[in-house]
């Protein structure tokens, strides 16, 4: 049907037209009525218009969003400017807290790659310390990658744990040894006994005891006895020397001015141990577990002065007795008196 104000084409039996609004059959039509209907979709075109609007401006918002997450910089949740002496001044004092468990310093000679892969390493490493109750959370350990190895204290380091920044200095070359990177995410797990220790200067025999846990649990986490296997034998890193836990070395070969003997009978010592011990029913080496428990239950008195040794064999002991009835105490008291240190208490 055709309509006759407008000439456009409606359903045979329209009454009115979908186009004016008039009526197009052969009834009477009051004018009323034809500007009642045009008024009417006229209403509905403006509604049908603001609704399009409405869902424009969402879909344009909603790209527009979009747009600034896929484009946004990296979110920094922590900046701080930490005061340093003369002699780190050169470390950086920027920190960004990047990571979970490891964030690297501005002016780090790394890239997002290695970046990214010692995240991953870490974070492995941390769940194994959570697992066998060496922390009760996993700490962030701030991380400045140098060119080579470097000078600290007086000394030639390819890595080094700064105790008061909670960061340590890596040479990059050794940075993709897992071993070396969670020796010092150990460091930070014992933050506060590491902070004891400096602020003692009679400390030289616990200070070999957190350096042989800290050198030996990564060994373990990666099952190997060789401690920076990757970098000297894979990496080849000029000059870099690793320590084999697979010996038989005796607490008289170890010496107060020789750091590395003493990593060596400590290491040694927790190795044969873990070779000798079942693993406990949750799947964990139980000289793992013991030993950082026995570490974490030293006091700063039990750093001090002689015989520190014997207190940590001792402690060993007393938490064998605590978490496993004393299962393992014979084993214990064996290997260490073969080795040349006694406890100083028989086994109660």
């Known amino acids: 049907m055709q309509c006759p104000f407008c000439n456009r084409e409606n ?7 979908a186009h004016c609004g008039r009526r197009v ?32 401006g969402i879909a344009i918002s909603s790209m527009a969003f979009i747009s600034f997450l896929n484009h946004r910089p990296p ?7 930490v005061t340093t002496d003369a002699t780190t001044a050169a470390h950086k004092p920027t920190r960004h807290l990047s990571g979970k468990v490891v964030s690297f310093v501005d ?25 066998i109750h060496a922390t009760s959370q996993a700490p962030n350990l701030f991380i400045k990658a140098e060119p080579n190895s470097f000078q600290e204290d007086g000394c030639e380091w390819d890595s080094h744990y700064i105790t008061e920044q909670k960061m340590t200095r890596i040479d990059r070359h050794v940075l993709p ?7 010092e995410y150990v460091h930070i797990t014992f ?19 957190e350096d042989g846990l800290s050198s030996y649990l ?44 003493a990593e060596r009978f400590w290491g040694g010592v927790f190795w044969e141990l873990r070779q000798k011990l079942n693993r406990d029913k949750d799947g964990n080496a139980p000289i793992d577990v013991l030993i950082v428990a026995a570490w974490n239950a030293l006091t700063t008195e039990d750093y001090v002065g002689p015989n520190v040794g014997q207190r940590f064999v001792n402690a060993i002991l007393a938490k064998d007795r605590e978490l496993y009835d004393g299962e393992h105490s014979s084993a214990i008291r064996s290997v260490f008196t073969r080795r040349g240190l006694q406890p100083i208490q028989p086994p109660s």
């Open 218 to 261: 990564p060994c373990s986490y990666h099952n190997h006895s060789f401690f920076g296997h990757e970098a000297e034998f894979k990496l080849h890193v000029p000059n870099f020397e690793g320590t084999e836990f697979d010996n038989s070395t005796t607490y008289s070969d170890r010496t107060d001015t020789e750091h590395d003997g």
């Open 11 to 17: 359903q045979i039996d329209s009454t009115f037209c």
């Open 75 to 81: 979110a920094v949740t922590v900046q701080s400017t």
């Open 25 to 56: 059959d052969n009834r009477p039509q009051a004018p009323e009525t034809s500007s009642l209907v045009s008024a009417r979709i006229a209403e509905r075109k403006k509604l049908l218009g603001f609704c399009a609007g409405i869902i424009a």
């Open 177 to 183: 040894d897992g071993d070396l990177i969670d020796k």
């Open 107 to 131: 002016g780090s000679d790394s890239t997002p790659e290695v970046e990214a892969n010692t995240e991953k390493e870490v974070e492995g490493f941390s769940q194994y310390l959570l697992r």
């Open 191 to 209: 933050q506060q006994s590491m902070l004891d220790l400096d602020d003692n200067t009679d400390t030289c025999d616990a200070s070999a005891i």
